[in-house]
């Protein structure tokens, strides 16, 4: 699989960059959000973002950033991705790739404890029958960029992390970031807790990182996706920069 966000900034010569890098690689591509800019209007959608990255409509799963909810209720956003979005108007869904289960939740609704996408997350992780977890949302729960965290997704962190998940990718801060495995309180727990990786990195301009936070293990101002290969009982990360060099990369095992 291919990961990144923050994509379609009309303008930028790093979104048909980064559109080349993925037409030459193989698996399905996961959108991070903000991927219309500034407003996810329908015509953001026409001119910023289908030119370049159309061409990916069989192969994409998307998850909203907070760029396409600038349009109430992000209505061009479900009508541009249809079946690729989820249930209407939800922004949540899952889907299966091989011995993997994905989740592509919406960080920009209520994720607590008891809400809707809570439950709905909770229910699916219940019926599993894959070894392995992936979640995708876009507002990171850790980052030294300048968003910084997003205390909202600590709930679901924690959800994910009772359910042995292995990864949480996210965009929103237009940088590469690689955390070591930690429980949502923040505390390092290389057994037991799940790692982030953050790319918003598809085009938008990039950001300067501010700070250093606690785990992260590798942080990259560069353009580029991250390509994940999904195995039984493992995965394997490269984070590809649009000039074709292997910026990062690594593995773990599910637990």
């Known amino acids: 699989m291919l990961a990144v966000g923050d994509i379609g900034l009309c303008g930028s010569p790093a979104v048909p960059q980064t559109a080349r890098l993925v037409a030459g690689l193989e698996g399905d591509v996961i959108l991070g959000g903000d991927i219309a800019y500034f407003q996810g209007t329908a015509a953001n959608f026409r001119d910023c973002f289908n030119p370049f990255w159309g061409q990916f409509r069989s192969r994409w799963h998307a998850a909203p950033g907070n760029h396409e909810y600038e349009s109430p209720g ?5 009508a541009y991705f249809e079946e690729a979005a989820g249930p209407p108007g939800l922004g949540y869904y899952s889907f299966t790739a091989g011995d993997w289960l994905i989740l592509m939740l919406n ?4 994720a607590t404890r008891g809400s809707p996408q809570f439950e709905f997350a909770r229910a699916v ?6 070894p392995c977890t992936m979640a995708v949302w876009h507002h990171p729960l850790f980052s030294s960029g300048p968003n910084g965290n ?3 997704m600590r709930d679901m962190w924690a959800l994910l ?5 292995e990864i949480v990718f996210s965009g929103h801060d237009h940088l590469y970031e690689r955390f070591a495995r930690q429980r949502s309180d923040g505390t ?6 799940i790692r982030q990786i953050v790319a918003g990195t598809g085009g938008a301009e990039l950001y300067d990182f501010v700070r250093a936070a606690p785990n992260s293990e590798a942080r990259i101002m560069k353009f580029g996706v991250v390509r994940f290969t999904l195995r039984p009982a493992q995965v394997d ?3 590809l920069g649009v000039d074709g060099a292997v910026n990062d990369r690594g593995l773990d095992t599910c637990r």
């Open 150 to 152: 997003t205390p909202g």
């Open 237 to 239: 990360w490269e984070f």
């Open 188 to 193: 390092a727990d290389p057994v037991n807790g």
């Open 107 to 110: 960080s920009n609704v209520p």
């Open 125 to 130: 992780l219940e019926r599993q029958r894959t």
């Open 74 to 78: 992000a209505a061009p956003y479900f």
């Open 161 to 165: 992390e009772s359910n042995r998940a």
